[in-house]
C-alpha cells in the first residue's frame, strides 16, 4: 500500500513545481498505472516516495510506514525499478544481484532461488557472469527488475519498465506484475505506452505539469470524459496536448 498525501516537490535552482501537492493512494493487490507528459513529474514522484528524494510537502506511507522518518523500514518493503539502468559498470551481474540480496538480508537458499527464476525468465541467467558494463540497454533492464524482486516486496514500484525489453521479456513482465497483484501485492508503474496501461492497470493516475488531473479506473475516465474513446485520445484531452499531423 502506497499513500501519497500533499506531496510538493521543487528542484533547486527551478522556479517550478516539478510535484504539486499531489495525493495519491494505491491499495494491496492493485496495478496501478501512473502516465503523464515527458516533464509531468511521474519519476519526481516515484523518487520521492521510494525516498530517493525528499519531499519539500506532504508525506510518503509505505505500508503505512513514513518513508522519510523511517527510510530503512519503508525501503524494506520496495522493489524499484528506476528508468535509468545505468548500473555499476565494474560489478559481474551475480556480484550485483548478491550485493542487493545482502542489502536486503535474503539468505543464500532464497537468493539463488529468486535468481534463478527471474534471471531465467527473463533470459539472462548465462549472462550473470558478465560485468554490467558489457550488458545491452534492455539486459541491464532485466538485470535491474530481477534485482527488484529478490527481496519479493510488498510494493513493487517500476518506472518506465517496458523501455527497452524486447517482447517476450515485456510479456513475461506483465504477466508477472498481474500474478503479484493477484497475490495481494502492490504494482505501481508508470509509462508511456496506452496499450499496456489499457490493458493491464485496475486504476490509473494521469499527471501534466505536477499536478494530478485524474485518477480512477479506465471505465470511470471514459464515464467522465463521457466517449468510448481509447485511452490515447482520453490522454491527449486530458493534458491538452492535441495530436500534431503532418510534423
Ligand atoms: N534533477 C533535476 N534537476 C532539476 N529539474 C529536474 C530534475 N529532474 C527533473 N526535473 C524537472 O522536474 C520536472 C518533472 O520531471 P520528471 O523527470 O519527474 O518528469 P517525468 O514525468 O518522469 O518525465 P518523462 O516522461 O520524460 O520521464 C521537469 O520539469 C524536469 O525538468
Ligand atoms: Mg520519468
Not at 495481494?184 to 505506452?193: L, R
Not at 470524459?225 to 503532418?246: C, I, R
Request: with cysteine.
Amino acid at each position: 500500500m502506497i499513500e501519497l498525501s500533499g506531496i510538493s516537490k521543487t528542484y533547486a535552482k527551478s522556479a517550478v513545481k516539478a510535484v504539486d501537492d499531489l495525493s495519491l493512494s494505491i491499495r494491496d493487490g492493485e496495478i496501478f498505472g501512473f502516465l503523464g507528459p515527458n516533464g509531468a513529474g511521474k519519476t519526481t514522484t516515484i523518487k520521492v516516495f521510494t525516498g530517493v528524494l525528499r519531499a519539500d510537502k506532504g508525506t510518503a506511507l509505505i505500508d503505512g510506514i513514513d518513508i522519510a522518518a523511517s527510510p530503512i523500514e519503508a525501503k524494506r518493503r520496495i522493489g524499484y525499478v528506476t528508468d535509468n539502468p545505468e548500473l555499476f559498470s565494474r560489478l559481474k551481474a551475480a556480484e550485483y544481484l548478491n550485493f542487493v540480496s545482502d542489502v536486503y538480508d535474503v539468505d543464500t537458499a532464497t537468493r539463488q532461488a529468486r535468481v534463478t527464476e527471474y534471471a531465467t525468465l527473463f533470459g539472462i541467467r548465462d549472462a550473470l557472469g558478465g560485468s554490467i558494463g558489457s550488458f545491452s540497454h534492455g539486459m541491464k533492464q532485466k538485470l535491474l527488475v530481477t534485482a527488484s524482486l529478490l527481496s519479493d516486496p510488498q510494493n513493487w514500484v517500476l518506472d518506465e519498465p517496458m523501455v527497452g525489453l524486447d517482447p517476450k521479456a515485456a510479456f513475461a513482465l506483465k504477466e508477472l506484475m498481474r500474478a503479484r497483484a493477484a497475490a495481494g501485492k502492490t504494482v505501481f508503474f508508470s509509462t508511456h505506452v496506452m496499450e499496456v496501461a489499457e490493458k493491464l492497470c485496475d486504476r490509473l493516475a494521469i499527471i501534466n505539469k505536477g499536478r494530478i488531473v485524474f485518477i480512477g479506473s479506465l471505465t470511470e475516465l471514459k464515464a467522465l470524459q463521457g466517449s468510448d474513446n481509447s485511452l490515447e485520445s482520453l490522454f491527449l484531452e486530458l493534458v491538452d496536448e492535441p495530436a500534431e499531423e503532418g510534423v
